[in-house]
């Protein structure tokens, strides 16, 4: 199966058993907008859960805020975002579709890593427990050849990026020979700039309105009540304000799923430090974050950092934690260090001072800040990629199973009474009321049990707990593990301890070593 396919088997899935849907789809959708299910809405909630009290929880200097999507029009001025939030759009003439033409570029440069990768591989088979791969890719003329174009081009494209150069961005489109994956041709145009705000209209008459934007990130809701948190919460540098809520992006191109949507969440912090030691606390951040996702479980090899090109207008350094999807390697989360670019402007737009009297210098001044920005749909997709398995069993049969982390499961125990009577449903029952209140928990009588297994395996539930005969004579449930498969006989007074240890967040903080 090639990793398209797979992904197109992972879009199918997530409709079919209730995780995502796209929005308003007896209209036929709206473009790069989802809603999420039953068990969607579960995995997001956990997820947000497993951000949030590993920020607010375990961090003694790190509060929550809830600031609303709207906010006043200059926020928006002060923040960059009107003159600069943009991204260079080109369109194929022939097939009329629009792209992005840094991710064009970003796509021919991993072609060509690609290439070199494969190279490589090829040269090891030849070559066998001889192979030095250090000198074959310094001194391969092929491998040399890709690079060489490979790094120019780079180069290029990060000087065009930072020089805000549309013209040169279209030159290396048509140097590199781009072609539209739909048409096939390199009939382009212009590349032009377009901004990503969405803007609506505030107030009860057309002439007298306000335009407001719909937030493009949750950053500047922090921003702005700086001041009010510092000082009601009486915080002390350094100290960070996490939040999680809805931004809105009027991307220009969305055929990621939920990769790339138009109304997604944010999970950001922003952290508060003295000027000067913002890299030190960069650093402590990437290696916090990378630990968090690591956490999960799955598997360290498929995480990296990528450092930015172009640095955002207010950034001074920035990294991304990679995870790699079905499509490659592609940005979860952003690291950046924000100086003190947006207290600064706000102080300038709003006229009001925004500073920290630090008492351990004597000094005021505005804090610089170090932020942790990961979309949780992003994230979702993330999760879901790495959990969707499928597997061959003997005999022949194929089950799909979601191994989630059991902290992240939507549902944690299916109870299964064996058949319908004799007693069993009520025992199941009583089980299922015996742990609902700390944990979602379902119960599902219909078909054999084999069947219901494997509804519970497509949706990542890890425990199935089956009432029958025997459970009756000694109070025993069989209690049947998702990942392996095996069974065994467990008293029900000791389910509740069991589901716990598997269960809790608990098992995912300790990784952490917060
Ligand atoms: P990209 O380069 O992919 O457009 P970005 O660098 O603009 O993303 P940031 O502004 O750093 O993204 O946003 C922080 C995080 O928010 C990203 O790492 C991503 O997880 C999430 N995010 C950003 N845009 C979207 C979107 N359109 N849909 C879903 N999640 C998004």
Same mark, same amino acid.
């Given at each position: 199966?090639?990793?398209?396919?797979?992904?197109?088997?992972?879009?199918?899935?997530?409709k079919?058993?209730?995780?995502?849907?796209?929005?308003?789809?007896?209209?036929?959708?709206?473009?790069?907008?989802?809603?999420?299910?039953?068990?969607?809405?579960?995995?997001?909630?956990?997820?947000?859960?497993?951000?949030?009290?590993?920020?607010?929880?375990?961090?003694?200097?790190?509060?929550?805020?809830?600031?609303?999507?709207?906010?006043?029009?200059?926020?928006?001025?002060?923040?960059?975002?009107?003159?600069?939030?943009?991204?260079?759009?080109?369109?194929?003439?022939?097939?009329?579709?629009?792209?992005?033409?840094?991710?064009?570029?970003?796509?021919?440069?991993?072609?060509?890593?690609?290439?070199?990768?494969?190279?490589?591989?090829?040269?090891?088979?030849?070559?066998?427990?001889?192979?030095?791969?250090?000198?074959?890719?310094?001194?391969?003329?092929?491998?040399?050849?890709?690079?060489?174009?490979?790094?120019?081009?780079?180069?290029?494209?990060?000087?065009?990026?930072?020089?805000?150069?549309l013209?040169?961005?279209?030159?290396?489109?048509?140097?590199c020979?781009?072609?539209?994956?739909?048409?096939?041709?390199?009939?382009?145009?212009?590349?032009?700039?377009?901004?990503?705000?969405?803007?609506?209209?505030?107030?009860?008459?057309?002439?007298?309105?306000?335009?407001?934007?719909?937030?493009?990130?949750?950053?500047?809701?922090?921003?702005?009540?700086?001041?009010?948190?510092?000082?009601?919460?009486?915080?002390?540098?350094?100290?960070?304000?996490?939040?999680?809520?809805?931004?809105?992006?009027?991307?220009?191109?969305?055929r990621?799923?939920?990769?790339?949507?138009?109304?997604?969440?944010?999970?950001?912090?922003?952290?508060?430090?003295?000027?000067?030691?913002e890299?030190?606390?960069?650093?402590?951040?990437?290696e916090?974050?990378?630990?968090?996702?690591?956490?999960?479980?799955?598997?360290d090899?498929?995480?990296?950092?990528?450092?930015?090109?172009?640095l955002?207008?207010?950034?001074?350094?920035?990294?991304?934690?990679?995870?790699?999807?079905?499509?490659?390697?592609?940005?979860?989360?952003?690291i950046?260090?924000?100086?003190?670019?947006?207290?600064?402007?706000?102080?300038?737009?709003?006229?009001?001072?925004i500073?920290?009297?630090?008492?351990?210098?004597?000094e005021?001044?505005?804090?610089?800040?170090?932020?942790?920005?990961?979309?949780?749909?992003?994230?979702?997709?993330?999760?879901?990629s790495?959990?969707?398995?499928?597997?061959?069993?003997?005999?022949?049969?194929?089950?799909?199973?979601?191994?989630?982390?059991?902290?992240?499961?939507?549902?944690?125990?299916?109870?299964l009474?064996?058949?319908?009577?004799?007693?069993?449903?009520e025992?199941?029952?009583?089980?299922?009321?015996?742990?609902?209140?700390?944990?979602?928990?379902?119960?599902?009588?219909?078909?054999?049990?084999?069947?219901?297994?494997?509804?519970?395996?497509?949706?990542?539930?890890?425990?199935?707990?089956?009432?029958?005969?025997?459970?009756?004579?000694?109070?025993?449930?069989?209690?049947?593990?998702?990942?392996?498969?095996q069974?065994?006989?467990? =008293?029900?007074?000791?389910?509740?301890?069991?589901?716990?240890?598997?269960?809790?967040?608990?098992?995912?903080? =300790?990784?952490?070593?917060?």
């Open positions: 199966m090639t990793q398209e396919e797979l992904f197109k088997k992972l879009v199918a899935h997530c079919e058993y209730g995780f995502v849907f796209p929005s308003s789809e007896i209209y036929d959708g709206l473009g790069a907008v989802y809603d999420y299910g039953q068990n969607g809405v579960e995995l997001k909630n956990n997820i947000k859960r497993y951000w949030w009290d590993s920020m607010v929880k375990l961090h003694e200097n790190i509060v929550g805020l809830d600031a609303a999507i709207f906010m006043h029009p200059k926020t928006w001025e002060a923040s960059g975002h009107v003159g600069a939030f943009n991204d260079p759009l080109i369109d194929n003439k022939d097939s009329k579709k629009r792209y992005r033409a840094d991710v064009l570029i970003e796509d021919w440069l991993a072609k060509q890593d690609e290439k070199i990768d494969k190279e490589v591989e090829k040269a090891r088979k030849r070559f066998g427990e001889a192979f030095d791969e250090a000198q074959y890719r310094a001194t391969s003329p092929r491998v040399l050849e890709t690079a060489t174009k490979r790094d120019e081009v780079h180069t290029r494209f990060a000087d065009a990026l930072n020089a805000n150069d013209n040169e961005l279209r030159q290396i489109i048509l140097d020979e781009i072609v539209c994956p739909i048409s096939g041709t390199r009939n382009w145009t212009e590349v032009r700039q377009f901004n990503l705000m969405f803007s609506t209209q505030m107030g009860s008459t057309a002439e007298g309105a306000n335009t407001i934007y719909l937030r493009p990130e949750t950053a500047q809701g922090i921003f702005v009540n700086f001041l009010n948190v510092q000082k009601t919460g009486r915080m002390k540098l350094p100290f960070g304000i996490a939040q999680i809520g809805k931004a809105f992006r009027n991307e220009i191109v969305a990621q799923f939920i990769f790339r949507m138009r109304e997604f969440e944010q999970m950001e912090m922003q952290f508060f430090v003295r000027p000067g030691t890299m030190e606390w960069w650093n402590k951040w990437k916090t974050r990378m630990a968090w996702h690591r956490a999960l479980g799955f598997g090899e498929n995480y990296r950092f990528h450092d930015h090109d172009k955002a207008h207010y950034a001074n350094a920035a990294t991304d934690v990679e995870y790699n999807f079905p499509f490659g390697f592609k940005e979860v989360e952003g950046h260090s924000r100086t003190d670019f947006d207290l600064s402007n706000h102080q300038k737009f709003s006229g009001k001072k500073q920290y009297y630090d008492p351990e210098t004597n005021s001044y505005v804090p610089y800040v170090v932020e942790t920005s990961i979309g949780v749909d992003r994230m979702f997709l993330q999760v879901m790495a959990a969707y398995t499928e597997e061959k069993l003997e005999g022949g049969d194929q089950r799909i199973v979601l191994k989630f982390p059991a902290a992240l499961a939507p549902i944690k125990v299916a109870v009474p064996l058949v319908k009577k004799d007693g069993m449903p025992v199941a029952r009583k089980i299922v009321d015996e742990l609902k209140y700390d944990y979602n928990v379902v119960y599902d009588e219909k078909d054999s049990v084999g069947k219901r297994y494997r509804r519970q395996d497509a949706i990542g539930t890890p425990f199935c707990v089956t009432v029958d005969g025997q459970t009756l004579e000694d109070g025993t449930v069989t209690v049947r593990h998702r990942d392996t498969m069974q065994e006989r467990v =008293k029900i007074e000791q389910l509740r301890a069991m589901v716990d240890e598997a269960c809790s967040y608990r098992t995912l903080f =300790k990784k952490l070593s917060l």
